[in-house]
């Protein structure tokens, strides 16, 4: 295919409502955002129900389906979703979801589950609630590789909701799918590399915003 | 159930489609392990470029894989063609690889190596015999998650130009054709977890007895993967 | 004060009770040690006291008031427990550490801030340099004395301990030893203290539960335990250097003669020849006018009766020992030197008595010299504490 950079400038300053790019940048955004928020608002709360004494026995059970569960590719996910939800948004973000859940709730598990038992122990021995030894000693211990999660589980659905206009979600991909579709190598190149920007991006700013939380456990 | 019937009426396609998929997953496993196994050992003492190394190989990992094929796509020389899609795959699989490698050689007790050195070994003699033996586990679990990992990515290489089990689910959503959507998602799910599970089964086999933990779990760990 | 009837625990899955039949009575202001091999419940035993682990039969009461009928959290925050690993809070400085329980009732800043002020001095390290330290810029014993600081913080009345200096070097572990025993003299905790070493526990215990399988075997003082041990088993753990054990149990001042006769530099022979035969001794000692320890001179080498330059043969004392000083160190020393008398000073190096290796071995002797009719020697015995 032939490759012309100046359609590419071209396409940037279109806005004609299936190319305009800022548009398909926000879209894609959103997506982005919205499920990656309600994925951590189910995840986080699941994950960490599963690491308190009362669900520990469902633990091994759950942890092995979240296991088998991550190698399923994430165009079986977003295309299921066809059948059962039809198009448009809120198939993808049923999908983009879905596929965010499982990194948040692994590592939150995991997190939690590393935490030296001693140092619970002694929190317990020495009176503290079972409630205070959640949000004062094990979350804030937990909190860089809960962080990690959110920041695998936030690259990840970007990469996804590239994919999700095939469901009718909009985004980038529309730039990349339309390419294909009508032989323009510049927008799939325009859709691909605004979508690796912002992946990036993602990733990096999570990344500072994980070092900052953190506290500053070693001297 | 129509899905059934599907099944059997394209089981033909749908056999072509699942060794299309097998092929190219195969080539890329292989060219990978050759690759970034090297480069691991490469950089095993060197903490910088390791971490330049792992810093690039994150980096890959973090743009979407169709975006990674519409980038390749557009190269002169590449196209759609079965090179690209390995490419892709190889590029996928650097970050898993190379870290568990780098790790594991590094994570090995100290006093292992000191023992070899004390009894005369040379480097390369410690780096083959003990080194990479104790490191196995690690390396094999880090091969699991590429693999693993791989299937999605070839699904996806359908977008340049493969014939594999993703032409089901990309011509069943152009169709709306439901039947072929649940075949195909069905198809390289079970393929996925099957991979996984035998790569499991296979590092409970394969590693010695002296050396087994827990890194023989499904395609777990640390690795941030983007399974697209 | 901790009273245990009958208490019992029993896990599910094993056959064997963890702990059997236990009922003793821990008195306030003692220090009860728990000892015995591993697996023999004394750990479970002291969870049972805070409701770590819920005892699946008997009774637990503190105060009179049962355990389990307590609110835990509320029952812990007034137990000071502290374990072998600390567990120390990483993402806390110490400072937050040590207020966690006066915060959880409900402190002021300000008490706690004098508090922990207090507890750090008392633990032996410096306020201002460590309040705001992390767990991981602390060394091992550092670590140990956060974390007993942390356990009293809210000064409670009771302390549990769990093995809290195995993690740290013997010498380290001494001097933490030293310091509790310390601390303990100043303010009367009860404390129930866990332990396999029987040093430990022979030096730390007011009293001593030795456990073996779940049981209660014997439940005594140290002296008891070591003098009459109640069966064959308590006589393997205590050790068969038990004659030793009680050496260092003991301070010089139980064996030490205090009627001593003493010599002044400026008596004459015949005063000295006086006393050596009232006395029936080889040697005299000499003190000055304020009865300093000055030396000592052998009968032989007099010339009795005429020596006008007697104080020429003053020889001098290879050593002394000072008065809290225990019999092991008598000994030791004896050995060292070659000599079988030691004078005991105090602090003014004023002769307080004389320690011989006679009286060491006829002392020991008697007590173990038979066993079935073994009577507790009929001296005071006082402790050891802190060096």
């Given at each position: 295919m032939e490759f012309n950079w100046s359609r590419v400038l071209e396409v940037l300053q279109t806005s004609k409502a299936t190319l305009d790019v800022k548009l398909l940048l926000m879209q894609h955004l959103k997506l982005v955002g919205i499920s990656l928020a309600i994925a951590v608002i189910i995840a986080l709360p699941v994950g960490i129900m599963l690491t308190r004494p009362g669900f520990k026995r469902f633990l091994p059970r759950v942890m092995g389906i979240l296991n088998i569960s991550q190698g399923i590719p994430s165009l079986a996910v977003v295309a299921i979703f066809l059948p059962l939800a039809g198009i448009g948004t809120f198939p993808s973000i049923m999908a983009l979801t879905l596929y965010a859940l499982l990194p948040i709730a692994r590592n939150a598990i995991a997190g939690i589950e590393a935490i030296d038992p001693n140092i619970i122990e002694s929190a317990r021995g020495m009176g503290m609630p079972a409630s205070m030894v959640l949000w004062k000693i094990e979350l804030p211990l937990a909190l860089p590789v809960i962080m990690s999660g959110i920041q695998t589980a936030a690259v990840v659905t970007v990469g996804t909701a590239t994919i999700a206009d095939l469901i009718?979600?909009?985004?980038?991909g529309r730039l990349i799918f339309t390419g294909l579709s009508f032989f323009e190598p510049e927008l799939i190149f325009l859709g691909s590399a605004l979508a690796a920007v912002i992946a990036i991006v993602i990733d990096q700013l999570l990344n500072l915003a994980n070092r900052l939380l953190t506290t500053p456990k070693s001297e | 159930m129509d899905v059934i019937q599907y099944f059997i009426k394209q089981s033909d396609r749908i056999f072509t489609y699942t060794l299309n998929h097998a092929s190219l997953i195969m080539i890329g496993i292989l060219c990978s392990l050759v690759l970034w196994i090297s480069v691991g050992i490469a950089v095993r003492n060197n903490s910088k470029s390791a971490n330049a190394v792992l810093g690039v190989g994150s980096f890959i990992m973090s743009v979407p894989s169709i975006s990674l094929y519409g980038i390749l796509m557009v190269i002169p020389g590449l196209g759609l063609s079965r090179t690209s899609a390995v490419i892709g795959l190889v590029l996928y699989s650097m970050l898993p690889i190379v870290r568990n490698v780098y790790m594991a050689l590094n994570g090995i007790d100290p006093s292992i190596i000191e023992a070899a050195r004390g009894m005369g070994m040379k480097k390369r003699d410690i780096l083959w015999k003990v080194q990479l033996p104790i490191a196995l586990p690690i390396i094999f679990a880090g091969v699991r998650v590429a693999l693993v990992m791989m299937v999605g990515t070839a699904t996806l290489a359908v977008y340049i130009g493969e014939q594999n089990l993703g032409r089901l689910l990309t011509h069943g959503i152009e169709r709306t054709h439901s039947e072929m959507i649940i075949t195909g998602a069905v198809m390289v799910s079970a393929i996925a977890v099957l991979v996984d599970y035998l790569m499991g089964y296979l590092q409970r086999k394969l590693v010695s007895p002296g050396i087994?933990?827990?890194?023989?779990?499904?395609?777990?760990?640390k690795v941030r993967y983007n399974g697209i | 004060m901790i009273h245990l009837e009958n208490v019992e625990k029993k896990y599910t899955q094993m056959e064997r009770p963890a702990v059997k039949d236990l009922s003793m009575e821990i008195k306030e202001g003692e220090i009860c040690v728990f000892v015995g091999?591993?697996?023999?419940?004394k750990t479970t035993t002291l969870k049972m006291i805070n409701l770590l682990i819920r005892p699946t039969g008997g009774k637990i009461y503190i105060n009179g008031r049962?355990?389990?009928?307590?609110?835990p959290d509320r029952l812990r925050q007034n137990i000071g427990y502290v374990i072998q690993q600390i567990g120390l809070f990483p993402h806390m400085t110490v400072y937050n550490n040590i207020a966690t329980v006066p915060r959880l009732l409900g402190w002021n800043e300000k008490r706690i801030k004098g508090r922990t002020d207090e507890l750090l001095e008392l633990v032996g390290l410096d306020p201002d340099e460590n309040r705001h330290k992390y767990p991981n810029a602390l060394s091992g014993g550092q670590k140990q004395r956060v974390g007993v600081a942390r356990a009293m913080a809210a000064d409670p009345p009771i302390m549990l301990m769990d093995e809290p200096f195995g993690a740290v070097d013997p010498i380290v572990r001494a001097q933490l030893q030293n310091e509790l025993l310390n601390l303990q003299r100043k303010i009367k905790k009860t404390i129930c203290f866990v332990t396999h070493d029987i040093d430990e526990a022979i030096k730390m215990g007011d009293k001593i539960a030795i456990m073996n399988d779940g049981r209660l075997v014997q439940y005594d003082t140290p002296e008891n335990i070591l003098f009459a041990p109640a069966n064959p088993f308590v006589e393997e753990f205590v050790g068969f250097d038990r004659a030793l054990k009680v050496l260092n149990l003991l301070e010089v001042g139980t064996v030490m003669k205090t009627n001593i006769v003493t010599a002044n530099p400026a008596d004459s022979i015949e005063d000295i020849e006086n006393k050596l035969k009232k006395y029936k001794n080889n040697y005299i000692a000499v003190t000055d006018d304020k009865h300093r320890i000055y030396g000592y001179v052998n009968k032989q080498e007099?010339?009795?009766?005429?020596?006008?330059?007697?104080?020429?043969?003053i020889r001098k004392f290879s050593t002394t020992l000072p008065l809290h000083a225990t019999l092991k160190d008598a000994l030791s020393e004896m050995l060292q030197y070659d000599i079988a008398v030691i004078p005991v000073v105090n602090e003014n190096n004023e002769l307080a008595g004389i320690v011989s290796m006679k009286a060491l071995r006829s002392y020991i002797g008697e007590a173990y010299e038979d066993e079935e009719n073994a009577?507790?020697?009929?001296i005071k015995v006082s402790r050891r504490r802190g060096a």
């Open positions: 009718g979600g909009g985004g980038l | 087994r933990s827990g890194a023989d779990k499904s395609a777990s760990g | 091999p591993s697996g023999c419940g049962d355990v389990q009928k307590q609110n007099l010339n009795i009766p005429k020596d006008e330059e007697w104080h020429k043969r009577e507790l020697p009929d």
